[in-house]
Structure formats: C-alpha cells, structure tokens
C-alpha cells in the first residue's frame, strides 16, 4: 500500500528526514514514533502530498505521490496533527461538503456522510455548530472527515492529542474496528497505545529509520536487559554507589525514601542477571530486603533506549 524508495528532505541548514525507505502492506496498522524533530510530521506531509521531496520516491496503491498525485490522494484519508474544520458549519453539513470535495455525490455522499457519523459516534452532535465541540468531538470529526470516501489508507498524525484517557480507549477501540478494513499508519507519543493496537513499528529519530519491527519484537530484545525494582530499609547515603559497583548494572535511581525504607530502580546490562549479587549485598551490609522484582521492558522502555543510544552514537 505504501512504498517509500530513499526519500529525503532537506531545508536551509538541516536534513529533516534522511534517506528513509520502508513499506506498508495491505491491512497492517503501523505505529510511526520518534522523538520530538524526529522527521514523523515532514514524512507524513511527503506521503499525502503536501510537500515535496528533496530526493526519493512515495507511491501509494501503486501510484506515485507527485507523478500521479490525484490518483494516490484518492486512496488517501489525511488526519493532520491539528485538524482543520470551519467552525461556522454544522458537523453534518461540513462532512457533506468534504464527501463532495472528494468526488462523492448524491445518494453515494449521504452514505458517506451517515456511515462515519455512525462510525465515529456523532449522531448526537451531527446539527450542532462545528465552533460549540469539545476537543474529542473535533478529533471525531476530523477522523470522519478521514473516512468519508472511505480510502484504502488512513494516515493519522497524533490522533488522540488533547483527549481525555476514556476518550484515548474509545479512540483505541475504533482504530482497531477500522484495521479490519483500512490500511493505517498512525503517529502518536502515546506508546502503550501503539502496543496494544498496531502490527509494526517504524521508530524514526533525527530523520534516520532506527528500528522497524513488531512491537513485542522490539521490546523482546531488552527483555534480559530488564529493569529491577527494590526496597531496602536503609538510610544510607553510600547506598546507590554500592549497588551500582555490582558488575552488570547500568544504572541506579532511588525513586523515594519512605521512612528508613528506600525504593530503588536498577537497570541491568543485557543478559545480566543481577538479583542474587544484590541479595548477597543486602545482607552483607545488613540491610533488611522487603522486594525484589524484575519488570520486563516495554515498547517505552525500547524506545527509550534504542533513540537514546542512537543519539549518543550520532
């Protein structure tokens, strides 16, 4: 569905996106993540069209983008970051002005119009002026709006920014109902988002791709590099040093200290397993251990670190 050949963009002074090539298959959803200034949006503006590349090819269904942009943009439903509607419209009436945009007409525009209208769950703001919504209810109908001639491929930009954390879990569960007939990538910060609903990742960081995979693959190869957690009852300030000395540990953050007991997050090196030389610590300094617990890593945790060490390589 999306095919991106050596694609570059440079602007007065920098490389926004540098050289990145990639594909989306029929029916995947795929996350799109990177950093703030990773090169997402300037990527994402390259395949629907809004700006050109400096080098490099986008085709989407088997069209190019710019040689043959009418035809891709047809196949293409766009939900910018901040997402554009005229506030002196009815949500009805903007989406049927958007289906006739897109080259629907007549009765094939009406079931456009009511299809994303029962979709997206505006059937009871669908009269209401676009000027008087709540910020979710924007974001449903700039993703009706997406929709609305029903495309083979949405490309989301930060769909759920500004939402509420029960709006998130709607918006999650409609993503989802959406993949069994679109193909979709979407850009988001909201990981555990893109853990539980999407196929692949693209993790894109200072314009580079630096990882492309599934999400349980990623986190999979820091699963034995995980993150400890322990509590001791201690006070002393030489504590972090000490375990830190232990062959193997990366690094050491006390979260808090309740009383005389301290709460400590240890990151281990891969394929460390550091739990018992802690144990023999604990007691050879007579410090009483109430937990010790491995937490396996996440797509946060492979984001974290995968973007960190390639910006500490670059």
């Known amino acids: 569905m999306i ?10 002074g920098r490389t926004a996106v540098n050289n990145i090539s990639f ?6 959803i795929v996350g799109f993540l990177g950093p703030n200034g990773a ?15 400096t080098s490099g090819t986008v085709s989407i269904g088997g069209h190019d983008v710019f040689s043959e942009s009418i035809k891709a943009r047809q196949k293409i439903g766009y939900m910018p970051e901040n997402v554009p509607l005229y506030d002196d419209m009815r949500v009805r009436e903007y989406l049927r002005f958007r289906a006739e945009l897109k080259g629907l007409r007549g ?7 009511n299809e994303v209208i029962d979709l997206c769950d505006l059937k009871q703001i669908r009269r209401q002026m676009i000027s008087s919504l709540s910020k979710g209810y924007r974001q449903r109908v700039g993703l009706a709006d997406a929709l609305v001639n029903n495309p083979e491929l949405l490309i989301l930009d930060e769909p759920t920014n500004g939402l509420d954390p029960n709006q998130i879990r709607r918006f999650r569960e409609l993503i989802k109902q959406l993949g069994i007939r679109h193909t979709i990538l979407i850009s988001t910060h909201i990981l555990s988002e893109v ?6 990742v693209i993790i894109l960081n200072e314009g580079k791709i630096i990882a492309n995979g599934e999400p349980n693959d990623l986190s999979r190869e820091l699963r ?10 201690t006070s002393e300030e030489k504590v972090k040093d000490l375990i830190a000395a232990i062959a193997g540990i990366k690094k050491v953050s006390k979260e808090h200290q309740s009383g005389e007991w301290g709460y400590f997050t240890i990151r281990t090196e891969t ?3 550091v739990r018992e030389s802690i144990v023999n610590l604990a007691n050879a300094q007579e410090w009483p251990l109430r937990e010790i617990r491995t937490q396996h890593a996440t797509l946060e945790d492979a984001f974290v670190e995968i973007t960190q060490a390639n910006t500490s390589d670059s």
């Open 3 to 12: 095919k991106v050949s050596n694609l570059s963009k440079q602007y007065v």
């Open 23 to 28: 594909e989306v298959d029929p029916g995947e």
């Open 39 to 53: 090169g997402k949006t300037t990527t994402i503006r390259m395949l629907t069209g809004y700006i050109p590349p």
């Open 224 to 233: 034995s590099a995980s993150t400890i957690s322990i509590e001791l009852k």
């Open 107 to 113: 009765q094939e525009a009406r079931q456009g119009v």
């Open 195 to 200: 853990e539980m609903t999407c196929n692949r």
């Open 271 to 273: 394929s460390n397993d």
